[in-house]
């Protein structure tokens, strides 16, 4: 299969991803959960088991614990005040014991380091929504995020709302490691 004349798909979606890894990255950088993506990628392991056990699609299994891995995050640092590396760090020990608990054997290693294999056409037009998307979200509150990287205070003086901010960011950084 192919994309624009002469590029495989594959070549295509990576770039998108990158880019899109690129941008989230470097705010995530800057909030200095440089080392979070690691361990928020182990988030969706249990997903990935108990869709494994199902017989379901892994990615959507992945999907729904990086969701509610992501929310659990935002919500004990938002109770507790703790740092977002430290709040990850407690929601990743649970995660990844469970998973590999949950996970069957034969396929926790491929669950753990992946399998490079063909896109599809379906799974390079999710990959390319999933990128595109997260590119305009970034850029369309990039303005917000910048300032709140800056100063917080002033951030919340000029309206933005931090709470809802951090979120967001945690959700697009959760979906950047998915894709």
Request: glycine share 8%.
């Amino acid at each position: 299969m192919n994309g624009p004349p002469g590029l495989p798909y594959e070549v295509v979606a990576a770039l998108l991803v990158a880019v899109a890894a690129g941008l989230v990255g470097s705010f995530a950088l800057l909030k200095r959960m440089s080392l979070a993506s690691d361990v928020v990628s182990h988030l969706a392991l249990p997903g990935i088991g108990i869709a494994l056990v199902f017989r379901l699609d892994p990615l959507l299994g992945a999907a729904s614990t990086l969701l509610v891995g992501t929310l659990l995050v935002w919500g004990i640092e938002k109770k507790t005040g703790l740092a977002t590396e430290a709040a990850i760090g407690v929601v990743f020990a649970a995660s990844l014991a469970l998973g590999a608990l949950i996970t069957p054997k034969a396929d926790l290693e491929e669950a753990l380091f992946g399998q490079i294999k063909p896109l599809s056409f379906l799974d390079f037009a999710i990959a390319t929504s999933a990128s595109l998307a997260i590119v305009a979200i970034v850029f369309a509150r990039k303005q917000q995020l910048i300032l709140a990287l800056f100063s917080r205070e002033l951030a919340a003086a000029s309206n933005v709302k931090l709470q809802r901010l951090d979120l967001e960011f945690l959700l697009l950084f959760s979906l950047t490691i998915l894709v």
